[in-house]
């Protein structure tokens, strides 16, 4: 079965729901038993694996057909369903991790599983340490230690587009007895096979690209076989259980993510490529140009792109110049997240989310999401931006 057809076929059973294309929303907490036999049965079900409806929080069947969904359009064995991204990057470590563990997280990681590291994490007596985007095989094998028992990538980096060879650290970190979570939002499960790749848990703000309409707050993890377990059981401990609205909204956008993710990866690229010959421009980030550094990894390993990259301005540019440019947009909103329908901009500041390494950038740099509006609409909306910022600069 192609992608295509798992996206529209999957996790559907209109028998079991008179018919309905779409399996309803649960909204449900408690779940009755006829019998007392029937509720012991219910729970030893549950106690074996089985993905029985016993209470709310633990799963219903609109739960279970997104979770069994994403795990199996991603190669993954099951997959945990989170309130947040956020909450699902949080929940793949924990999942992981004890106290006095050492952990290995790559510098260019997406900042709120910083904020987690150097907050919570410390605060349990779990140590991270961040790795150079850059490293070499050598030096990351050094790094390891006898706690060592997971490492954390996102490739390609967050803000700055990084490109990392996902195998080659796979690797490694077996090697040395630890797993190796990711962060594959932006690759999606649609164009990034984490599994095939070493990958042992992947995590989605399927806020993004899975939802794709910018209107529900939701996370998944995805796990192998072996680390199902231990997700499975910290998740649920801890209640971090996605809500039946949202959970509906990401099944009902995983529906069209073959149409969507192509459009938003050929006009994104029509526009990095743009970008490139615009004299006010110093580089554009984007793997997908043949130009970029990380292009010959991406074109490896993954089957696609999708609509976020970033571009850096020459430093002449001061900042009020900067905000002329982008206050004045006429198609790209001013905002957080990304993955919906609508073009987005933001000037994110990386010099407070490095430590490993300093950032080299020459100027100020701005991100791009291109959303599904008409591709020259974009480049003239940023057209007439760059006037305004020259202008604005004198």
Partial sequence: MKDETKLAVLGRDPEGHNGAVNIPVYR???ILQPSLKALAESYSDRAQDKQVTTYGRVGTPLTYAFENTVAELEGGYRAMAYPSGAAACSGAILSVVKSSDHILVIDNI??????FCDTVLKRLGVETEYFKTSIDP??????????????????????????LDVPAIAEITHKHGAKLAMDNTWGTSLYFKSFSHGVDLSVHAATKYIVGHSDAMLGIVIANKECWPALRDTARTIGANAGPDEVYLGLRGIRTMAVRLPRHMESALKVADWLRGRDEVTSV?????????????????FLGACGLFAFELQKKYSDAAVAEFVDHLEYFGIGYSWGGYESLVSVPSIKNVRSAEAWEGHGTLIRLHIGLEDVGDLMDDLKAGFERLNKAQG
């Avoid at 997406?110 to 904020?115: A, D, F, T, V």
């Avoid at 793997?287 to 991406?298: F, K, N």
């Fill in 138 to 163: 050598a030096s990351f094998r050094a790094l390891f230690r006898p706690n060592t028992s997971l490492v954390f990538v996102e490739s390609p980096g967050s803000l700055t587009f990084e490109m």
């Fill in 285 to 301: 980030r984007h793997p997908g140009l043949p130009q970029d550094p990380g292009h010959a990894l991406w074109k490896r390993d």
């Fill in 110 to 115: 997406y900042g709120p599983s910083r904020q």
């Fill in 28 to 30: 449900a907490s408690t």
